[in-house]
């Protein structure tokens, strides 16, 4: 007599794995509590970096009050206007004058900054000559020296080539006291860049100089906006130059003519009209900084990592 074989019945099938302890979601009050510990870790940080804010935007923030608000002895004495603008508008040439003087200086400074600075900063970087090393050290050599020991030197001898009290004879001697720093930064931005960009462009039909202007110069931009705007803030806020290369009243630059506006009437200092001074001088300096904040930064950091 045959047997009936039954099947074996089926295995119930597994329970799902048990979540893991490092899976599940941390409570709220372990949330909470590291939320509060990184706050309560970062807060001297905080505090630092708000009390240096405080220290720096006061003294800017008091002279765009100042500017506007009444004072004895100015322009604005009865409520708050645009009276200290006004005579300082009116100061001898104008206003416009001294701005556009300023304006100038800069920016024939920036271009010449830019251009020598970064053909300099080229060849220290992808070019092998005798005595390189020698040369780049005399370079930055020159940011040792007093910079009002030089001005002597350079008022003599823009007197021979015949650029003594001109705007140009300033942007030249401004130009080569930012030369050795700007020489430095751009031959730091150009070694961040690996040789084998530029040589890749050489293998594609480019030369040497089609090679730096359409494939190098694009990667080291933060490194030239910031050169650009270290030649800018100090051409523009420069006083020392001017007041030993300029002797024309009407050739003066914006610092120059709001220091001797300071004292235009039998010694007194006009404050209300200093003040409008200082807010016009540092405007254009606070709206370029923010506007090229972040290629500034990168400028700075373009040579700790070279890749």
């Not at 119930?12 to 709220?28: I, K, N």
């Not at 920036?110 to 000559?129: I, K, N, Q, W």
């Not at 150009?190 to 089609?210: H, I, N, Q, T, Y």
């Amino acid at each position: 007599m045959s047997t009936i074989t039954r099947p074996a019945p089926a295995e119930p099938a597994s329970e799902p794995a048990a979540e893991t302890v490092a899976q599940r979601p941390a409570p709220p009050r372990r949330r909470r509590r590291s939320r509060l510990g990184v706050a309560a870790a970062r807060t001297p940080f905080w505090v630092l970096t708000g009390g240096l804010a405080i220290v720096f935007l006061y003294p800017l923030i008091w002279a765009g009050v100042s500017s506007f608000a009444p004072l004895a002895g100015t322009n604005q004495t009865d409520g708050w206007g645009f009276g200290n603008y006004i005579t300082l508008a009116n100061y001898q040439a104008g206003i416009w004058t001294y701005i556009g003087n300023s304006l100038f200086v800069s920016i024939l400074t920036v271009t010449l900054t830019l251009v020598t600075s970064l053909l300099g900063g080229y060849a220290f970087a992808r070019f092998r000559f005798p005595g390189k090393n020698i040369l780049f050290l005399a370079t930055l050599a020159i940011l040792m020296v007093p910079y009002a020991s030089l001005l002597i030197p350079m008022y003599v001898l823009l007197n021979v080539v015949g650029l003594s009290n001109s705007l140009v004879g300033v942007a030249l001697v401004l130009t080569m006291l930012q030369l050795p720093f700007s020489t430095f930064l751009m031959r730091v931005s150009f070694e961040a860049v690996p040789k084998e960009l530029d040589e890749a462009a050489m293998v594609d039909g480019c030369s040497r100089f089609s090679a730096l202007w359409r494939v190098l110069i694009p990667a080291v931009k933060p490194g030239l906006i910031t050169v650009g705007l270290f030649a800018f803030l100090a051409s523009w806020n420069d006083f020392l130059a001017p007041l030993i290369l300029i002797n024309d009243s009407d050739k003066m630059t914006l610092p120059l003519a709001i220091s001797n506006l300071r004292g235009q009437v039998q010694g007194v200092v006009d404050y209300g009209a200093t003040e409008a001074g200082v807010v016009v001088l540092a405007l254009p300096c606070i709206l370029l900084f923010l506007v090229l904040q972040r290629h500034y930064v990168r400028g700075f950091l373009s040579g700790a990592f070279k890749g």
